[in-house]
């Protein structure tokens, strides 16, 4: 007999039966499995039950001929009182009670339903989302510049044979695992298809610049491969999101963004390879003054502590091929040291670990930087008001926002600036806000 002192993951106590808690035998064999005590009250105490002898014909019974599986019921005695024990295995496929799939998640019973429910049966079928063929698509849909890039960088990689790397586009499908039957797996129309959303909702990206928690000063989304995903949104990070602190070395200019790229790149790749594309919902990031978050739908291997995610740990990527592919590009490692290296070069560049944070059924990480440092790094640099003067010189349909994001002061600070221009008879706006443009009346040199 097993001495059971709570309900957890794998107890469950119950006072008396009810053909209903076949519901729970079903979400113990659908997960690790567990006991379920009849004769005993939620306080743990036992109160018996007067037809044990009964029930332990018409339990094994049920069970059999409603769920389809076998589970053992044992009779026991305590203070002159009869109750059961009734013992669950795991079972390696999917069991539905009536047609509905139940789960054991820590003390409660849940219905699978929708993309829980896909995945969940993907798992016990041993399969992933990203493994599943599409119908009427053929390779002829798929872009052939996509194939290209791979071939660039997989040479670069060298972990793709050059004899696979030479032969036509479905011999390199093949080798990559990414067909099925002669159909298209999920990996390869998300890898290699020019608009993966036609097939797969939510399959994108998208980028704002947020003044605060609410105020969003401006937004863009990145669609197509895979690849191409990945290559854009990190040019836009560098480009037009991220402020960089300018220093010299000699007559050499050099830029130092807030966050190291490398563990941008890291995170972003993680993200994009580990999303969790069912759900329908796109990767999200989140630009500010001084911090970034990034989140995308995912969820920590069933099993492993948060504190396990967080350190090295064995790779268990949620889509096996994309990730694979990925591999084989060179674009990331397959030994799960993906976080490590982030933190790495974080502590490299001097700028605190980022944090992460579990919430909405997904993964957000955190990248913030430390102020006092940038503070520092940009005194003596030009005033505000020089900046503004040469950057509109330079594109006279700069909105404030750009112009804030470019100076690395607020939009009402740009305001301020701008007010002080025009009054000076610097700086003149001609037409309106929409459709007007910024003339230079007295340019710095």
Not at 207 to 236: A, P, R
């Amino acid at each position: 007999m097993i001495e059971m002192n709570a309900e957890n993951q794998n107890t469950e106590w119950k006072e008396s039966w009810r053909d209903e808690y076949l519901k729970w035998i079903c979400g113990f064999a659908n997960a690790q499995g567990g006991t379920i005590v009849i004769g005993k009250n939620d306080g743990g105490d036992i109160v018996g039950v007067s037809d044990a002898a009964k029930l332990m014909e018409d339990i094994p019974n049920k069970v059999r001929d409603v769920l389809g599986i076998v589970v053992d019921v044992n009779r026991h005695q305590q203070n002159g009182l009869e109750y059961l024990e009734i013992t669950v295995e795991p079972y390696p496929y999917p069991v539905n009670y009536k047609g509905q799939y139940h789960y054991r998640s820590g003390s409660t019973k849940q219905e699978l339903k929708g993309a829980a429910l896909n995945k969940f049966i993907l798992q016990k079928t041993g399969r992933h989302w990203d493994s599943v063929p599409v119908l009427n698509v053929t390779i002829n849909d798929l872009d052939s510049r996509a194939f290209d890039n791979f071939r660039k960088r997989a040479t670069r990689s060298k972990r793709v044979e050059e004899s696979v790397l030479g032969e036509k586009n479905e011999a390199l499908l093949e080798h990559l695992r990414l067909t099925e039957n002669q159909h298209l797996k999920r990996a390869a129309v998300l890898l290699f298809h020019p608009d993966p959303e036609r097939f797969i909702t939510g399959a994108y990206i998208k980028i704002g610049f947020f003044e605060n928690q609410v105020d969003l000063l401006y937004q863009d989304e990145i669609h197509g491969t895979l690849f191409e995903q990945v290559e854009k949104t990190m040019d836009l990070l560098l480009t037009k999101y991220m402020r960089a602190i300018v220093s010299y070395e000699g007559i050499g200019r050099i830029e130092t963004y807030l966050f190291p790229e490398a563990a941008l790149r890291e995170a972003l790749l993680n993200a994009v390879a580990h999303k969790d594309y069912s759900s329908g919902n796109p990767i999200q990031i989140k630009v500010y003054d001084h911090k970034l978050s990034l989140w995308n739908t995912g969820h920590i291997p069933e099993g492993w502590s948060v504190e396990k995610f967080l350190n090295i740990h064995s790779s268990s990527p949620n889509n096996p091929d994309i990730a694979n592919t990925f591999f084989r590009a060179g674009m990331i490692e397959s030994w799960g040291r993906g976080i490590y290296k982030i933190i790495n070069e974080c502590e490299k560049a001097h700028v605190p670990a980022p944090t992460y944070e579990f919430y909405w059924g997904g993964i957000e990480v955190h990248f913030t930087a430390v102020k006092s440092s940038v503070k520092s790094s940009v005194k003596g640099s030009e005033k505000s008001s020089e900046k503004i003067l040469k950057l509109v010189s330079d594109n006279n349909q700069m909105t404030i926002a750009e112009l804030a994001l470019a100076v690395g002061i607020s939009t009402r600070a740009i305001e301020k600036q701008i007010s002080k221009l025009k009054n000076s008879k610097q700086l003149a706006r001609i037409g309106g806000d929409n459709g007007g443009y910024w003339q230079v009346l007295n340019p710095t040199p």
